[in-house]
T-cell receptor, first 111, second 115 residues
């Protein structure tokens, strides 16, 4: 399984754009990149998933360079409610395979 | 609410007792996963089912742990002779693998405290 490396924590202020970068140097050809969000005492929530280039949904954007050895989750104009742990996962499509979570990135959004 | 439902939300038990948790997946989801999460760590995979068949078990799943998914619907996770190290959040997730681009949906978890 491809290992991921992401910052342990990040701080931001309301209204700012937040970019969280994840490294996955040994990503396999068939691997997808998936991001989950987790609030305290809740289960993880799927945010976005992609294979290459750029994916955008109503919550976030995911940027994946051509070599796919890293990816960046972009959260536009964060609010206090975006304070959470964000996990970057690499592997088969997240609905097909078991998920390997790291420690994630704790994002703290301040007023 | 059509999401993944887990019961109970919290369980406190004495060391040595048996506990059982229940997970009701999203209707028609054929995959069901169990994960365990301790404080400050990401969730760790325990086991998963495709319909009623248990297809994979992590080495984390000791012989004190057993999971079932009768009739491919809800699932139960039982821990026998609980130990303090079993204290954790137990998470259930489900997905529908027939979809080309699918995702796993998690429940809110059952927090187990062994005293």
């Amino acid at each position: 399984l491809a290992k991921t490396t992401q910052p342990i924590s990040m701080d931001s202020y309301e209204g700012q754009e937040v970019n969280i970068t994840c490294s996955h140097n040994n990503i396999a050809t068939n691997d997808y990149i998936t991001w989950y969000q987790q609030f305290p005492s809740q289960g993880p929530r799927f945010i976005i998933q992609g294979y290459k280039t750029k994916v955008t949904n109503e919550v976030a954007s995911l940027f994946i360079p051509a070599d796919r050895k890293s990816s960046t989750l972009s959260l536009p104009r964060v609010s206090l409610s975006d304070t959470a742990v964000y996990y970057c996962l690499v592997g088969m499509n997240s609905g097909y395979s078991t998920l390997t979570f790291g420690k994630g990135t704790m994002l703290l959004v301040s007023p | 609410d059509t999401g993944v439902s887990q019961n109970p939300r919290h369980k406190i038990t004495k060391r040595g007792q048996n506990v059982t948790f229940r997970c009701d997946p999203i209707s028609e989801h054929n995959r069901l996963y169990w994960y365990r999460q301790t404080l400050g760590q990401g969730p760790e995979f325990l086991t998963y089912f495709q319909n009623e068949a248990q297809l994979e078990k992590s080495r984390l799943l000791s012989d004190r742990f057993s999971a079932e998914r009768p009739k491919g619907s809800f699932s139960t996770l039982e821990i026998q002779r609980t130990e303090q190290g079993d204290s954790a959040m137990y998470l259930c997730a489900s997905s529908l693998v027939e979809l080309r681009n699918t995702e796993a949906f998690f429940g809110q978890g059952t927090r187990l405290t062994v005293v």
